[in-house]
């Protein structure tokens, strides 16, 4: 009977299958300048919540059968549940350091995204802030929002299936996640310079690339950090580290700007970092 209880339960954790969508104003078409990314700018959130909404609709045709969506820019306070897509459910707020990847979602995917810090033809590209971070390294390499979260879902054994938003960022997907799905609905010149798609195709190419990007669950790998960790930070100089830097757990300061933390895997080393 437990037995059957335990396969019943597996089965239906397998049945569920839950997107977790992350999101960014950075990364959506028509968005170019600073200005724009103001959470209250009414056309920005038109813009942004149309993208995430087609996602929505893209996802649950190929079969999601829930989006779960992260209000993910500057203090999440940009989406609202008046306009978001009726069928998904809106995570208002910070997210812990485990991202909330401990529920093992099906799959996570990026709608809005931007690229790191210091990328050529990246829109307003930066690594978590545009003002307060320089670089942010992971095991040694320079890394952003898109691999930090890509490694905290593949920590929990969730892929990353689905990315939309500038072509560097795209570009720097394809590098650790060849397989996923990338809708490109903008093309940097300059870091205030783009190309960019009108919103109803921005909206059909995304809708489009979630519902293909479904065929991915199960198939594709998740991304892997193998650890122990470093996490390097090199703040901006307007961002120096606070005294006591060096007493934090994990933490070795290596100059002014610059502090290394050390955890036995990508979780550990967020916490480490995260705990503030
Ligand atoms: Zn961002």
């Not at 038109?46 to 969506?69: C, K, P, R, W, Y």
Request: hydrophobic share 40%; charged share 25%; proline share 4%.
């Amino acid at each position: 009977m437990r037995a059957l209880m335990l396969l019943l339960a597996v089965l239906s954790l397998n049945a569920q299958k839950t997107v977790f969508l992350i999101t960014d104003a950075e990364g959506v078409g028509g968005v170019c300048r600073q200005d724009q990314t103001d959470p209250k700018d009414a056309e920005m959130r038109q813009l942004l919540t149309g993208e995430i909404n087609a996602a929505v609709e893209g996802f649950l045709a190929g079969g999601a059968t829930e989006v779960i969506v992260w209000d993910g820019h500057d203090g999440s306070q940009t989406l609202s549940t008046l306009t978001i897509h009726p069928k998904a459910r809106l995570v208002m707020g910070g997210l812990p350091a485990s991202m909330l990847m401990e529920r093992r979602f099906a799959a996570v995917a990026y709608v809005g995204q931007h690229s790191k810090a210091d990328i050529k033809s990246g829109i307003m590209a930066h690594s978590y802030s545009s003002l307060g971070i320089q670089t942010m390294k992971l095991n040694g390499k320079a890394v952003g929002e898109i691999d930090v979260i890509a490694a905290m879902a593949g920590h929990f054994g969730t892929p990353v299936i689905m990315l939309s938003g500038d072509r560097a960022a795209a570009d720097e997907l394809r590098e650790i996640v060849p397989g996923a799905t990338m809708a490109v609905v903008k093309e940097g010149i300059s870091r205030y310079t783009c190309i960019s798609l009108s919103a109803p195709s921005a909206r059909e190419l995304i809708r489009d690339s979630a519902r293909k990007s479904m065929e991915l669950v199960g198939k594709i790998k998740p991304y892997v950090v193998p650890g122990p960790c470093t996490l390097e930070i090199e703040y901006t100089t307007r961002n120096s580290l606070p005294l006591e830097a060096e007493h934090r757990p994990g933490a070795e300061v290596l100059g002014d700007r610059t502090i290394r933390f050390r955890g036995k895997d990508v979780l550990e080393v967020w916490q480490r970092y995260r705990a503030r």
